[in-house]
């Protein structure tokens, strides 16, 4: 009988796993069909997004991919693509409640179900998937056009996706003094709490180094005249209650992370709203349901945390469809790597205890965020992060 494997969400983990289970695992499980599931109908290169999101950086063939597209060389028997979004799980009955673009909330029952519908970010940010392409499309045009008509910036938060953003506007606006540009930031540095003290001072001294502003130990508590174009007057709050105010023509949220899990039984989800995901990657007590990347639980919501996972999962498919015990998935939450680029020239990032030098960070994301390899990504060639899948 035909087994059927959903995967929900062909983002940076449903993607990769739905390519290896057409092509890998299917040659030895020949009763496989793989239905894959996005709201998004395009691929979106979001490790990208803090530099298309401005005016005039890139063209879109370089960061969103049609998603039919890169499965047209596999059998229709052996695939489906369904575009729209999980609405309701019954691990109870093995189905999911899918609304398709005709607003028809379509009934799919599965043998597997792969749960990879990752994360978004607040205030509809196009940093991630916004809902649709469409979605997505207008929140960056919107942006851009923010981007473009605004004299000072206010970037509101200064984690990975802050820093890197406030970066691009740096090399692109405030380096040669068109804009002035504003990190607000809650720590006295800017960046995590984990990544190291000499890191993050370098991530300081390299925006300073393009014009921007540092403002750390303050978050963005209430702007004024926000009809979405401008936001003249923005206050601020420190830990110790007290107020800052500073103007921009328009404040950018680049925090908040949502996990896209609200389609699951309230007991599947733990108090961060993500998954639970046990250490053989399933939801605890459901032996055919598999969590991946950040709608997980089990470590932070980064890509290398992504591929490794998704990469585990590949290796076990084998044992899980031969009814056999699988492996549990060895992690080290501790160990940071994580790399940030600053600019389109220089960056800075961490690999252990060790302080990633800033070329070596230009030349392996700077350059082209990865939009070089994107592609190959898409089509699943690559097998994730450039490196050969495993067999
Ligand atoms: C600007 C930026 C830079 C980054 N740089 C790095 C980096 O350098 N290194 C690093 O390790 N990490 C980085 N990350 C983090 C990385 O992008 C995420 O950890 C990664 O995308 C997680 O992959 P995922 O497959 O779990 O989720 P996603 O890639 O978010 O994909 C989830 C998919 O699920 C879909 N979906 C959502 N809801 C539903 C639903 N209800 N039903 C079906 N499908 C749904 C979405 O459309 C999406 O396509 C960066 C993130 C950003 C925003």
């Known amino acids: 009988m035909t087994k059927t494997v959903v ?3 062909a983002g940076m983990a449903g993607l990769p796993i739905a390519h290896y289970l057409l092509r890998k695992t299917s040659t030895q499980h020949t009763d496989l069909r793989v239905v894959l599931v996005s709201p998004h109908d395009t691929f979106y290169w979001k490790i990208a997004s ?6 005039d950086q890139m ?6 991919y049609p998603l039919a597209e890169q499965f047209t060389s596999y ?21 999911v409640g899918i609304r398709v673009g005709d607003g028809e909330l379509r009934s799919i029952e599965y043998h597997t179900l792969v749960v990879a519908t990752g994360s978004r970010y607040r205030e509809d940010m196009p940093w991630k998937e916004v809902g649709t392409s469409e979605q997505t499309r207008a929140s960056l045009a919107k942006l851009r ?25 740096g090399s692109a606006y405030a380096k040669s003094g068109l804009k002035e540009i504003t990190l607000v930031g809650v720590g006295e540095l800017p960046l995590e709490d984990k990544i190291k003290q000499s890191v993050r001072e370098t991530a300081r001294r390299e925006l300073k180094k393009l014009n921007v502003r540092y403002i750390g130990g303050a978050r963005v508590a ?21 107020t800052q105010t ?15 899990t609200s389609f699951a039984p309230e007991g599947m989800r733990a108090a961060s709203g993500c998954l639970r995901q046990g250490e053989d990657l399933r939801v605890p007590g459901y032996k055919n349901i598999f969590v991946l990347g950040d709608a997980g639980d089990l470590q932070p919501a980064q890509a290398a945390n992504t591929d490794t996972q998704t990469r585990h999962l590949m290796t076990q498919f084998n044992s899980y469809f031969r009814g056999e015990a699988i492996q549990p998935y060895v992690f080290d939450n501790s160990k940071v790597q994580m790399a940030f680029t ?15 030098w800033s070329i070596l960070i230009w030349f392996l994301k700077g350059r082209h965020l990865g939009t070089n390899t994107a592609d190959a990504y898409a089509r699943g060639d690559a097998g994730g992060m450039g490196r050969a899948w495993p067999k």
């Open 7 to 9: 995967v929900l969400g």
């Open 50 to 55: 803090v530099r298309f999101a401005l005016p």
């Open 59 to 64: 063209t879109e063939d370089k960061y969103m």
């Open 75 to 95: 059998p229709t028997e052996k695939f489906e693509l369904v575009i729209g979004a999980a609405e309701t799980l019954d691990p109870e009955q093995n189905t």
């Open 145 to 169: 056009v923010q981007i473009r008509d605004a004299r000072s910036i206010v970037v509101a938060g200064a984690g990975l996706t802050g820093v890197e953003f406030a970066g691009e506007l």
């Open 222 to 242: 209430t702007k004024t005249s926000d009809d979405g174009t401008k936001a003249k007057s923005v206050t601020l709050t420190r830990a110790d209650g007290t």
């Open 246 to 260: 500073i103007t921009a023509d328009l404040v950018v949220p680049t925090f908040g992370l949502v996990p896209n």
């Open 342 to 356: 600053i600019g389109r020239d220089r960056g800075t990032g961490q690999a252990g205890s060790w302080q990633i």
